[in-house]
């Protein structure tokens, strides 16, 4: 279990490993200690880690069944690599200092927010394009569906993940 013996991390990375049980078995249907593979992006971000699609296809690489890919993922395998991404503290949210900025450069009149339509523009048209399931998600929590459009800071403050 603990890599650490004696070196004080074994409570904390046997709390981590219980967290990660926890998510995975939220998920395991069948109680095999196996999740269809489509789930870890969900069990991942479930467990405040938020790593982009290529990030989540090299995790899925680590844990994938070598032999024969099964679509199905073993709790045994995705234990350890999880384990290793919580301590190294891969894939943690952006700050929201970070997030503000971003926002405030997307806001060309500076008015405090972003239009449905402008965002629609940026999530699709630039970077790492969304799915249209993404766009819908992130629509339905971000726009205030009165004004139909982000108030960003608002939005960023829902965001954001107390590190207690």
């Given at each position: ?91 943690w949210p ?7 900025h971003a ?52 939005y960023i ?8």
């Amino acid at each position: 279990m603990a890599e650490k013996e004696g070196s004080g991390e074994d409570g904390t990375v046997a709390e981590i490993e219980r967290k990660i049980t926890e998510a995975f078995e939220v998920f395991d249907h069948d109680c095999s200690k196996t999740v269809d593979i489509r789930e870890i992006g969900s069990i991942v971000r479930s467990l405040g880690c938020f790593p982009t699609e290529a990030e989540l296809h090299e995790l899925l690489a680590q844990v994938e069944e070598e032999e024969e890919p099964t679509g199905y993922i073993h709790l045994e395998k995705f234990l350890p690599v999880m384990t290793k991404v919580l301590l190294n503290r891969s894939y943690w949210p952006i700050p929201e200092d970070v997030l503000l900025h971003a926002f405030e450069a997307l806001d060309e009149n500076k008015c405090g927010y972003i239009t449905k339509e402008e965002l629609i523009k940026y999530m699709s048209e630039e970077g790492e394009p969304f799915t249209q399931e993404e766009m819908e998600d992130m629509l339905s929590s971000a726009l205030d569906p009165e004004t139909n459009t982000v108030c960003y800071r608002d939005y960023i403050s829902r965001l954001i993940i107390d590190e207690a």
